[in-house]
């Protein structure tokens, strides 16, 4: 019995797993079918997490609720039980004021009140975040992922672009994934992968960002070595403005195909 149940405790855990998911910065805006790439990927990989950034204005907007195209762009994203939506703000390295920064937050959070829809957002991406160069940054950092979490926007994504440079146990433990590869794709595949992190001890909050991805880039090798090292979340972008959303539905095949393989080979 006990060799059993070993197994069943290894096959639940593997089973329970969190998957590599798609971080994907949806900057496009919502017109009419301008998002229909992303809920048909959506929908074909119910497996897959997709984290999804919006960006109405640099930022929430001045207003109290988001306009009519964005809400009903984002309660269609909420309608599918794999997404999570997260809200752009910027810091500028950790030289923005806070309550600015936290005044984003606050109407982020605000949009949970809105009867007509439902355009609540599970947490906050922030921008232009510092490597940990300047240790007096942390804290900074630490308490925008307080008061984001506290106000129930419970995802934390700092990104810097870069590598962590200190204090990186710290830095991992106040957000949920850090992006620390936000370049090209000619200049992710120029070095070797792991080159391009702090450290392997925290690749399941690891989230890259490829931009300017050739036509005929190999983007199911990429996907399949994000996924062998297990980092939290992958994108694969054409350009750098991330207007276009071209790319996604190959991305989100090379993670299903590279989830499916993996299946296998436990199975053989």
């Not at 900057?27 to 997709?50: E, K, L, Q, R, V």
């Not at 009903?72 to 997260?86: E, F, G, R």
């Not at 910027?90 to 605000?110: L, V």
């Amino acid at each position: 019995m006990f060799p059993l149940l070993v197994i069943a405790i290894v096959l639940t855990l593997a089973s329970t797993a969190v998957s590599t998911g798609l971080l994907i910065p949806l900057y496009a805006w919502p017109g009419i079918d301008a998002w229909n790439t992303i809920y048909d990927s959506i929908a074909a990989h119910p497996s897959i997490p997709f984290y999804l950034i919006i960006n109405p204005s640099t930022g929430p907007g001045n207003t109290e609720y988001p306009e009519d195209v964005f809400i009903t762009a984002i309660a269609k994203l909420n309608s599918y039980s794999n997404t999570k939506v997260l809200g752009y703000t910027y810091t500028k390295q950790g030289t923005r004021a806070s309550p600015e920064i936290e005044k984003d937050i606050a109407t982020y959070a605000h949009w949970t009140t809105y009867a007509g829809q439902n355009i609540s957002l599970s947490g906050i991406f922030f921008d232009e975040a510092s490597n940990g160069a300047d240790p007096s940054k942390l804290a900074y950092y630490q308490n925008l992922s307080r008061k984001s979490k506290s106000s129930s926007l419970s995802t934390v994504v700092f990104n810097p672009g870069v590598k962590l440079v200190a204090d990186v146990a710290e830095w991992f433990a106040a957000a949920d994934f850090i992006v620390e590869y936000e370049n090209t794709y000619a200049n992710w595949v120029a070095r070797a992968p792991d080159e391009h992190f702090s450290t392997s001890d925290h690749y399941g909050k690891d989230a890259v960002i490829l931009n300017q991805t050739p036509v005929d880039a190999d983007v199911d090798n990429v996907v399949r070595l994000a996924k062998d090292m297990g980092l939290g979340a992958i994108y694969l972008a054409s350009g750098d403005n991330y207007m276009s959303l071209g790319t996604v539905p190959k991305v989100a095949v090379a993670v299903a195909q590279s989830r499916n393989a993996r299946r296998r080979g436990h199975g053989r």
